[in-house]
């Protein structure tokens, strides 16, 4: 284990010098992982952290950062050492084995599908940093987190409410915003076969996620134009001034799922298992407009006059919206766990979008209210299949000189995307074709890995991953013409190595070694537009991303605690980022390969027991990254430059006192430094709407079980109210409580 929150403290000079050795419960890792990794356990996520959604469990690990704008926000993307929160697909998720990663993308609107892990089902979730180990596709290049869910011995129910509440200002809005969650779980053993299930609800109202806005005018009000007031001004991310009209993007989200497990003992060895997932989700995205007319009526769209200037308010200023959505997961596994010579795995997921339809209107409020025109997006067809199967074989067991696995994966992710017009954007069907987009990408790898303990303390850890790439029956349609695209099949091979010495009973020593290729997504690859007869927005003929990762860490025993220090690299060419191309006339904006990025950097982690004083728990990490643009040919103003969203600085600390076995006390904190939100930088003012800003976080929580079933917790999430921004403003003080019942 790194520094998360658990120790290591049975390191000794005879040991298989594992790189992670947990107390308490086991991890979903390879225990000869030639990478770091981080933990955290069902227990420490109770009394640490306030927990809604899964991956909030994970928001005080060393270098990571969850794009998480609100409660129920379905864009909660992963971020890293080298990767921001622009890429989503330089991340891996997994439960239980089985992938929930949306790889049919790369940006924010591809998030990992977290809803179908409530909190209460969590065991322990594992973090995985870099790309090295030979077992994982080449989007490990950020982080692989494993979340492991509990499998009962005995019958078991839990129940869980949770309230919260956030106070937020900003601009013209001062409101609470409001939500509750309700969860329960039931699970039991019959001999061999065990089952778990639970069901979840979620009511929540999200902050403005967007506002509208307007450049500063110079151009004098007519006579014909609405004289308004209640604008507010200030200026963007680049310092130009600007009108702020009303808030945007005001989300109203419910959501349930359901979850069944299902395992079966085949042989004391030999365990079979089924996941059933089920979610689905109600959002009404509502609008607030500032200004008022002279009858003090809300203004949507129009000329308006703001001091005497003119300012047109497009029809799609305040665009309302709603969306409805089914989600369908199944996964099935197959694992021996002998702990002999040979162990054997496979996992097969299948995950289908199985509704998924978004409504808007063409026409201005307020008479969009009652209907009208607009456009419905429908995104059912969308998902994936994936297929793992692992070998381990630990060749003269007794003497534990080679630990090998080897395996193969194939993974299909499928696109079909269409936007259609409507008569009445509330109730009304679908009428002619705005735009569509369809595509499949296929992969087919084997990888083998082998473990050499070839001295007392000494470890070799070699692997190598080869990957055959398929793009195929892609297609870019506008409301008249459909473009296909050619079929495209490519080969890749990425060795990874790691050297690993157990120096002292106390001191582990590790360099690591990786090559990583990210493949495009079908979306990069064919989700675009057509303009006179041509493709824009998408590039069909993008090159995969390509990274060579190094890492140098030192982990000290320190007995109550671990002391971690990692010196990291990567030097990652053709990333793919959304940028214009300036070296052609006109300019041309899509996705686009970026020649070459370095970003190396320094992350010291630490965490102890009992620190001081009994009872007092401490864990907390700094990490420095200089991320550059080196080169790129297509904009040249970016060389020199910072990775878009990659800050200089990030930290965080969590300090628990546990008063006596019931009573706990929590105190953290966040830290991010400054970042970009530009790849060439221009973003001078990045503490506003639309910026990238710092943040400065802390966080409290109390969790007192005040019976033998049952146990209450509060606490306070932005305790010291920070105002920060992701582009879009980040969440405000907000407060929790919950009452839960364990049998």
Not at 70 to 96: E, P
Not at 301 to 323: D, E, H
Not at 606 to 617: A, E, M, N, S, Y
């Amino acid at each position: 284990a790194g520094s998360g929150f658990c120790a290591d403290t049975d390191r000794t000079a005879d040991t298989q010098l594992p790189e992670t050795v947990v107390r308490g419960e086991k991890p979903a890792v390879d225990r000869n992982l030639p990478a770091v990794s981080e933990s955290v356990t069902a227990a420490e996520i109770a009394e640490t952290v306030n927990a809604v959604n899964v991956e909030d469990a994970v928001k005080y690990l060393p270098s990571l950062q969850i794009r998480k704008r609100y409660i129920g926000d379905r864009n909660a993307i992963v971020a890293s050492r080298s990767s921001g929160t622009l890429v989503s697909a330089r991340s891996l998720v997994y439960a239980d084995g089985l992938l929930l990663s949306n790889l049919l993308g790369n940006s924010f609107g591809f998030p990992p599908r977290w809803s179908l892990v409530s909190p209460e089902e969590i065991k322990r979730i594992d973090v995985i940093y870099g790309p090295f180990s030979a077992a994982y596709p080449g989007n490990s290049m950020g982080a692989t987190i494993h979340m492991t869910t509990r499998l009962p011995e005995t019958f078991e129910a839990h129940a869980k409410v949770q309230g919260f509440r956030q106070d937020f200002k900003l601009y013209g809005t001062d409101d609470d915003y409001n939500g509750s969650q309700i969860n329960a779980v039931l699970g039991n053993r019959d001999g061999k076969l065990a089952w778990f299930a639970g069901v979840n609800h979620l009511d929540n109202h999200g902050h403005p996620m967007t506002f509208a806005t307007g450049a500063t005018s110079t151009t004098a009000a007519g006579g014909g134009d609405t004289a308004v007031t209640g604008t507010h001004q200030d200026r963007d991310a680049n310092g130009n001034g600007r009108v702020v009209y009303g808030a945007t993007g005001i989300d109203h989200t419910v959501q349930d799922n359901f979850k069944l497990r299902l395992t079966y003992d085949l042989a004391p060895a030999l365990r079979a298992s089924y996941l059933l997932g089920y979610w689905q989700n109600d959002s009404d995205v509502t609008v607030q407009s500032y200004l008022r007319d002279a009858a003090g009526n809300p203004v949507y769209s129009g000329n308006v006059n703001i001091g005497g200037f003119r300012y047109t308010l497009a029809t799609s200023a305040f665009q309302p919206s709603k969306r409805t959505e089914e989600h369908w997961m199944h996964g099935l596994s197959l694992k021996t766990d002998t702990k002999g010579e040979w162990d054997y795995e496979a996992a097969f997921t299948y995950y289908t979008f199985g509704k998924d339809e978004q409504r808007s209107p063409t026409t201005a409020l307020p008479g969009a209210q009652s209907g009208g025109a607009g456009q419905i997006a429908l995104a059912d067809g969308n998902g994936w299949r994936t297929l793992d199967l692992k070998a381990d074989w630990r060749p003269g067991l007794e003497r534990g000189r080679h630990e090998a696995s080897f395996g193969y994966h194939y993974d299909r992710y499928v696109l079909d995307s269409r936007v259609f017009n409507t008569a009445d954007w509330l109730n009304g069907g679908t009428t002619t074709r705005v735009s569509a987009f369809a595509g499949n990408t296929e992969t087919q790898a084997l990888f083998a890995q082998d473990a050499w303990r070839f001295a007392p303390d000494w470890k070799l850890t070699l692997g190598g991953r080869y990957e055959h790439w398929h793009a195929f029956d892609g297609a870019t349609s506008n409301s008249t013409t459909t473009i296909n695209h050619n079929t495209r099949t490519e080969d890749f091979f990425s060795p990874k190595a790691a050297l690993a010495l157990q120096a002292t009973p106390d001191w582990l020593l590790r360099a690591s070694l990786g090559r990583a290729y990210r493949m495009p997504t079908v979306s990069e690859l064919f989700q675009g537009s057509i303009s006179s007869g041509a493709i824009v927005n998408n590039d069909p003929n993008l090159k995969p991303e390509m990274a060579w990762s190094g890492e140098l860490t030192a982990e000290r025993n320190l007995g109550h605690g671990l002391l971690r220090l990692s010196l990291f690299q990567e030097d990652a060419h053709d990333a793919l980022y959304s940028q214009t191309d300036t070296t052609v006339t006109p300019t041309v904006t899509n996705i686009q390969n970026i020649d070459k990025i370095r970003t190396r950097g320094v992350e010291v982690a630490l965490q102890g027991k009992d620190v001081g004083l009994r009872g007092l728990d401490l864990s907390g990490s700094v990490t420095y990254a200089d991320s550059e643009i080196l080169k790129n040919d297509k904009n040249p103003a970016s060389v020199g430059k910072q990775q878009p969203r990659v800050p200089d600085w990030r930290a965080s600390a969590v300090a628990t006192w546990h008063q006596d076995s019931r009573l706990s006390y929590t105190l953290a904190a966040r830290y991010s430094g400054r970042q970009y939100n530009t790849l060439d930088n221009t973003d001078s003012n990045p503490d506003t709407y639309g910026g990238t800003s710092r943040l400065f976080v802390v966080d409290a929580r109390v969790n007192y079980k005040f019976a033998k079933r049952y146990t209450a917790s509060a606490g306070v999430d932005n305790l010291n109210n920070y105002k920060h921004y992701l582009a879009h403003p980040m969440p405000q003080r907000t407060f929790h409580a919950e009452a839960k019942f364990d049998f």
